[in-house]
């Protein structure tokens, strides 16, 4: 019987920085405007809520393995095949069942340079190579990705809108993105914010999963639809790589009444459509006035607006995080992210965004004297 040595973890894993989430409380019991996590406003749909409590009289029953339903349902709203949707306990999980299956150690994996850090988290996990991709100004740039493929590239991540930046790339650049990749690599198309988006030339991806064999297009219902807490997402895959993935999936790995309330915000349109006329909106409004203050704001077409802050005395963006926490109202640094001078700021409700609107207003007002 072997003895010696220690129990270790690849050696990969140890280079992986623990993922925070945005702040949810502050100190004290006084209510606080949480700005943070990109949630929507509104909440989820009064339909998806009564269908999650009603799906609690069964909790002591496993869920559909097979999320035939929640399939089916996703299937007829966007016109997609169910049996080429996998889903996941949100998108996050199935990043990790795509490296799981698609990356061995040692390939290589692209994302941009201020694109989502679950990538790089995944990309390691395996024991793979992940490599950065620059953007410019703010947005993928498909010449930088393509010029950093080599032979051991097997994977392409792009968020389309990014987080944290809001940007976009049209669906004419993902196209030449995917032409100019080799066949052996699959290029991971992240729509989390896809409902947000109104530019005409945006397309989220189902028509390139349905005509080629290596692309993948995967979405939430933590965002638009209120359910985070829900944990449901879903890729539309080629069909052999739906059947890779249901391959390794966890048993019973999205919930009952996360399913059920899936289905019930499917068939909720107006609600949608009000979250989303609220988002496009009250991100106008916020974007401008923001603006007014004589901050930068990053053009964004998600729910969420990123801020750049002056690298001067008084001004930076960790000075008006603890400014704003002061009054109680939280965002999210993007220091993590690569972009240290930057907060970003979810979109909120009327009275919400006017109040971190008018903060950062007196924010740069206090400090210029």
């Not at 409380?25 to 996590?37: E, Q, R, T």
């Not at 909790?59 to 035939?68: E, N």
């Not at 704003?324 to 993007?334: K, P, S, T």
């Not at 001078?341 to 009327?350: A, H, Q, V």
């Amino acid at each position: 019987m072997e003895t010696g040595g220690a129990l270790k973890a690849r050696p990969s894993i140890g280079n992986i920085d623990v993922y925070t989430p945005g702040r949810s409380s502050l100190p004290g019991v006084a209510p606080v405007v949480k700005l943070s996590s990109n949630e929507t406003p509104l909440g989820p749909s009064p339909a998806a809520r009564e269908a999650y409590v009603r799906a609690a009289a069964a909790l002591d029953r496993y869920p559909d393995g097979s999320a035939r339903a929640l399939r089916n349902a996703i299937g007829e709203t966007y016109g997609l095949d169910p049996a080429r949707i996998v889903c996941g306990n949100g998108s996050d999980e199935l990043f990790h069942y795509l490296a799981q299956a698609y990356l061995d150690p040692g390939d290589e994996a692209i994302y941009t340079e201020h694109g989502f850090t679950v990538y790089r988290i995944v990309i390691l996990a395996i024991g793979a190579t992940p490599v950065v991709a620059p953007e410019t100004d703010l947005t993928a740039d498909v010449d930088a990705i393509l010029a950093r493929v080599t032979p051991r590239t097997r994977m392409v991540f792009i968020a389309n809108p990014n987080n944290p930046t809001g940007t976009y790339i049209p669906g004419s650049e993902v196209r030449r993105l995917r032409a100019g990749l080799p066949d052996r690599v699959l290029l991971v198309l992240d729509g989390a914010y896809a409902e947000y988006v109104r530019e005409a030339d945006y397309d989220a991806g189902a028509a390139l999963v349905a005509e080629t064999s290596n692309t993948v297009m995967t979405r939430t219902f933590s965002k638009i639809h209120g359910l985070a807490s829900a944990r449901v997402g879903w890729a539309y895959c080629p069909a052999g790589v739906a059947e890779t993935l249901n391959r390794i999936r966890s048993p019973f790995n999205v919930s009952g009444p996360g399913m059920a309330a899936a289905i019930a915000s499917l068939g909720d349109r107006a609600h949608l459509d009000a979250a989303a006329e609220h988002n496009a909106r009250w991100r106008e409004w916020l974007a401008a006035e923001i603006a007014r203050s004589g901050l930068s704001v990053v053009p964004s077409v998600a729910n969420f607006l990123l801020v750049r802050f002056p690298d001067a005395p008084g001004l930076t963006s960790s000075e008006a995080d603890a400014f704003l926490a002061e009054r109680r109202i939280i965002v999210r640094r993007a220091s993590g992210y690569g972009l240290p001078d930057c907060l970003r700021i979810t979109i909120g409700l009327e009275a919400e965004n006017r109040a971190v609107a008018a903060a950062l207003a007196e924010f740069v007002q206090t400090r210029h004297g």
